[in-house]
Antibody, heavy 119, light 107 residues
Framework: QVQLVESGGGSVKPGGSLRLSCAAS????????MTWIRQAPGKGLEWVSY????????NYADSVKGRFTISRDNAKRSLYLQMSSLGAEDTAVYYC????????????WGQGTLVTVSS | DIQMTQSPSSLSASVGDRVTITCRTS??????LNWYQQKPGKAPELLIF???SLQSGVPSRFSGTGSGTDFTLTISSLQPEDFATYYC?????????FGPGTKVDMK
């Protein structure tokens, strides 16, 4: 069955960095667009970034542009989010999700990993 | 960026009620509109994609309609497991914005 398992979350000080990972199984990862979505405590969903299947296309929300970098390793079936210059506004649960080819709907989600930015 | 609004922001309903949630986008987007359900402490789950296509495994009491800028999610007969927050999302252009959510709770 399809599984997406995020890891790498934790507590970090303002200005710090963190790298999230998402391990995929149960589907053809190398054919799939992948995204990161985040949700601040008690708030709604925020689209963060996506990457095309071959890494040729990436896109970012304005709120993270220049600070976050999305990448993937198809051989390892893994998605990454390198986060730097973190601020309190980046505190959230981060989800990885697969974007289906047809309408880019997010049909599979991981369980999420919590990132807390606090001094 | 495409702006998304949802109405109502919350509603109280009873089991068996028909529930309708509306999503409006600031730009026309054909059918690039999806609906998700999220329960507390859980990841969102896809209900409807392409405005009206039911995701595999989702009960048929859920349905979606609309195109252009106005979209609707309907639950024909609310079940106990449907109390949750519902989000629309546009995938017409980046950033692929979400609506602010509609919380459905028990009356």
């Amino acid at each position: 069955q399809v599984q997406l398992v995020e890891s790498g979350g934790g507590s970090v000080k303002p200005g710090g960095s963190l790298r999230l990972s998402c391990a995929a199984s149960g589907f053809t990862f190398s054919d799939s667009y992948m995204t990161w979505i985040r949700q601040a405590p008690g708030k709604g969903l925020e689209w963060v970034s996506y990457i095309s299947s071959d890494s040729s296309h990436t896109n970012y929300a304005d709120s993270v542009k220049g600070r976050f970098t999305i990448s993937r390793d198809n051989a390892k079936r893994s998605l990454y989010l390198q986060m730097s210059s973190l601020g309190a506004e980046d505190t959230a649960v981060y989800y990885c999700a697969r974007a289906a080819v047809s309408w880019q709907q997010l049909d599979y989600w991981g369980q999420g990993t919590l990132v807390t930015v606090s001094s | 960026d495409i702006q998304m609004t949802q109405s109502p922001s919350s509603l109280s309903a009873s089991v068996g009620d028909r529930v309708t949630i509306t999503c409006r986008t600031s730009q026309r987007m054909s059918r690039f509109l999806n609906w998700y359900q999220q329960k507390p402490g859980k990841a969102p789950e896809l209900l409807i994609f392409a405005a009206s296509s039911l995701q595999s495994g989702v009960p048929s009491r859920f349905s979606g309609t609309g195109s252009g800028t106005d979209f609707t999610l309907t639950i024909s007969s609310l079940q106990p497991e449907d109390f949750a927050t519902y989000y629309c999302q546009q995938t017409y252009s980046t950033p692929q914005t979400f609506g602010p959510g509609t919380k459905v709770d028990m009356k």
